[in-house]
């Protein structure tokens, strides 16, 4: 197929290097002109100077940038996105947004006899790099089934929510879990260095129970050796906490845990911390 792909971060320069490798053929854009020549030169495909020239042609237009206003900063105007897809073709958001303007989006494309799904994804740069995602989707279901096989080139799972904005929402749960994942795991790796007790055989032994996660697994021997260099960083934590703040305040969800673990990240800034990887909490402890 034809495809665009807007936003090379550390995310979207590998997912739009699976579907390179795949045999579609792929346009990007990334406001560093640099970034995309980058990619070109690694994996081939094409680049263009705007997000309209990248789409026009294109089945699919995937996006993978920071926030609300970069997502409205590549779709709108005469040089966005939007303007430059053909009839019929699918916006695809990769970018952990709002559920607000999620729907915003699907109402804007579908005006326009055009179709879109919100996909945020999890799994961090590795799950980007290995094409092992967590993706999350909004959505008509023939507009899913429009995008799935191609999605699925860099999914480990790959599933339908709801209408237009749930992918959204199921990522602000996962945002919510991670952040209490992390705080329990940084306070039992404090407090095990407090009573004496060796950390890393305590990790060998209750990763194999219960306790066991992800955060445990992937972060806990490394948060240990004081290294927070991971992929994704605080000052995104906040941002997509943030988000889930302001829904919560939306649809009346009591986040006490969330709120709090927040300050925390805000703590680990004002520690230097904006670019460390979300298991830097524990920094707050030592």
């Not at 952990?96 to 006899?113: F, P, W």
């Not at 969800?253 to 703590?267: E, M, N, R, V």
Request: a neutral charge.
């Amino acid at each position: 197929m034809k495809l665009a792909f807007l936003g090379l971060g550390v995310m979207g320069f590998p997912m739009a290097g699976h579907l390179q490798k795949a045999g579609h053929s792929v346009t990007v854009y990334n406001r560093n002109a640099e970034k995309s020549a980058k990619w070109v030169a690694t994996y081939g495909g094409s680049s263009c100077k705007t997000p309209r020239e990248a789409a026009v042609g294109a089945d699919i237009v995937m996006m993978c940038v920071g926030n609300d206003d970069d997502v409205r900063s590549v779709v709108y105007g005469a040089d966005g996105a939007l303007s430059g897809m053909k009839s019929g073709a699918t916006l695809v958001d990769h970018t952990t947004a709002s559920a607000t303007l999620a729907r915003e989006l699907d109402a804007a494309t579908k005006k326009e006899g055009k179709r879109f799904i919100d996909a945020p994804v999890s799994g961090g740069q590795a799950g980007a790099e290995n094409g092992k995602l967590g993706i999350m989707c909004g959505g008509a279901q023939a507009d899913f089934d429009a995008v799935k096989d191609v999605l699925n080139v860099y999914a480990k799972a790959l599933v339908l929510i709801g209408d237009a904005g749930a992918g959204q929402l199921t990522k602000m749960v996962n945002q919510i879990c991670i952040a209490g994942l992390v705080q329990a795991l940084s306070e039992g790796l404090a407090f095990a260095s407090k009573a004496g007790v060796d950390p890393k055989r305590v990790l060998e032994v209750i990763s194999k129970g219960a306790a066991q996660s992800w955060q445990m697994e992937n972060r806990g021997t490394t948060m240990i050796d004081d290294k927070f260099d991971f992929g994704f960083a605080v000052d995104w934590m906040r941002k997509d906490l943030g988000i889930c703040l302001d829904e919560a305040k939306n649809n009346g969800a009591k986040l006490p845990i969330t709120a709090l673990i927040d300050q925390f990240y805000g703590d680990v800034q004002s520690m230097g911390g904006n670019r460390w990887d979300t298991s830097s909490l524990i920094k707050r402890l030592k």
